[in-house]
C-alpha cells in the first residue's frame, strides 16, 4: 500500500512538472485548446505500469493541481472533461488487448480535445466553438502519436529492467 | 504479458490501423460537414454575442470600432475595409487577437474567456448551420 502510494505520487509529481514545463513554452496553434500535452506522457505509460484505481487519481490529481497553479477555473473544467474522455476511452482500448500503445495515444490524444471542446461549448454556450473540431481532431492524433512513440520508449526500458520495481 | 492473446504494445497491428483510419475519416468529415457545403464568399453583416446573448449585428460596410466591457474583461472589436478584427482584448491567451481580420460568411473569432464571438453573417443574415441548433 504504501509502495503504490509512493509509486502514485511519483507519477503524480512527473505529470505536474511535464505541466510546468509545457506552460513555460510557448506553443500557439491559432486554436485555443491544442497543446502538446506532455502530462499525457505519464497518463500513458501509467496505463501500463500502474493498477486501474491509482492511474484514475494521478490524473484527477494531475489536472486539479495544475489546473490551478497554471491556469483558471474554466480551463480546469474543460481539462478534466478532456482528460476523463481521454481516460475512459485508452482504459476501454487497453482493456480489449487488440491494440498498441501508439494508436491507444493516439485515441486518447483525440478524446481529449473533443471532451474538451465539448465541455467549453457547452459551458460557455458558443455552439461555435464546434467549428475547431476538425483542427483538434487532426493536431490530437498529431500530438496523441508522438506521445505514443516516447511512451514506447520508456516501457520499454521499464518492462526490460525495472518491472518490478512497481509490482 | 499475462495473457497469450494480448497483442504486443509496441508493435502496430491491423487493430491499430483501423482505429487510426476511423479517427482520421470521422475527422475528414466534420472538415466536410462544416466547410463543404457552406457559401465561403464575402459576408454582409456581423454579428456579436456576448455570454451566449446576441450584443448586436453590423454591417460590414460601416466601419466601427465596438467596445465590449464586461465582467469578464474587455474587448475591442473594429469593423474596417469590410473586415473585423479583435483590436484589443484583455484576456489571457489572445487567441481572438492573433486570429486576424476576418470577412468570410461564418468566419469566426473567439475570445473563450470572455466569451465574446464575432461572427459573419451573408446579406441575408445566415451564417451557418449552427444558427439552427443555438435557436
Redesign the interface.
Same mark, same amino acid.
Given at each position: 500500500m504504501a509502495r503504490r502510494a509512493a509509486i502514485g505520487g511519483v507519477f503524480a509529481a512527473l505529470a505536474m512538472i511535464f505541466s510546468y514545463v509545457e506552460s513555460l513554452i510557448p506553443f500557439?496553434f491559432?486554436? *485555443?485548446g491544442i497543446k502538446l500535452g506532455l502530462a499525457n506522457l505519464v497518463i500513458v505509460t501509467g496505463l501500463?505500469l500502474l493498477r486501474i484505481p491509482d492511474l484514475c487519481l494521478v490524473a484527477l490529481i494531475r489536472i486539479v493541481v495544475s489546473g490551478l497553479l497554471f491556469g483558471?477555473i474554466?480551463s480546469l473544467i474543460y481539462s478534466l472533461a478532456g482528460g476523463a474522455c481521454s481516460l475512459l476511452i485508452m482504459l476501454l482500448?487497453k482493456k480489449t488487448?487488440?491494440?498498441?500503445?501508439?494508436?491507444i495515444s %493516439?485515441?486518447g490524444g483525440?478524446f481529449h480535445n473533443l471532451g474538451q471542446i465539448a465541455a467549453?461549448a457547452a459551458v460557455?454556450? %458558443? *455552439?461555435?466553438? /464546434?467549428?475547431y473540431? *476538425?483542427v483538434l481532431?487532426?493536431a490530437g492524433?498529431i500530438t496523441g502519436a508522438l506521445i505514443g512513440v516516447i511512451a514506447?520508449r520508456v /516501457?520499454?526500458i521499464f518492462f526490460h529492467s525495472s518491472k518490478q520495481f512497481l509490482h | 504479458m499475462k495473457k497469450r492473446k494480448e497483442a504486443d504494445p509496441f508493435r502496430i497491428n491491423r487493430y491499430d490501423i483501423i482505429l487510426t483510419a476511423a479517427l482520421a475519416a470521422a475527422a475528414v468529415i466534420c472538415v466536410i460537414l462544416f466547410a463543404g457545403f457552406h457559401d465561403t464568399s464575402e459576408g454582409a453583416f456581423v454579428r456579436i454575442t456576448v455570454d451566449a446573448e446576441e450584443y448586436g449585428i453590423y454591417e460590414l460596410s460601416q466601419p466601427v470600432q465596438i467596445r465590449i466591457e464586461t465582467d469578464r474583461g474587455n474587448n475591442l472589436i473594429q469593423i474596417r475595409d469590410h473586415q473585423v478584427t479583435m483590436l484589443e482584448a484583455d484576456c489571457p491567451d489572445g487567441y481572438c487577437i492573433r486570429k486576424g481580420p476576418i470577412s468570410r460568411i461564418g468566419d469566426t473569432i473567439v475570445c473563450l474567456p470572455h466569451r465574446v464571438v464575432a461572427e459573419i453573417l451573408s446579406a441575408d443574415g445566415h451564417a451557418d448551420e449552427f444558427d439552427v441548433i443555438a435557436q
Open positions: 500557439h491559432g486554436v *485555443p501500463y483558471n474554466y482500448l488487448g487488440k491494440f498498441s500503445v501508439y494508436s %493516439i485515441a483525440v467549453a460557455t454556450r %458558443i *455552439p461555435v466553438l /464546434l467549428y473540431l *476538425p481532431m487532426g492524433m514506447s /516501457l520499454k | -
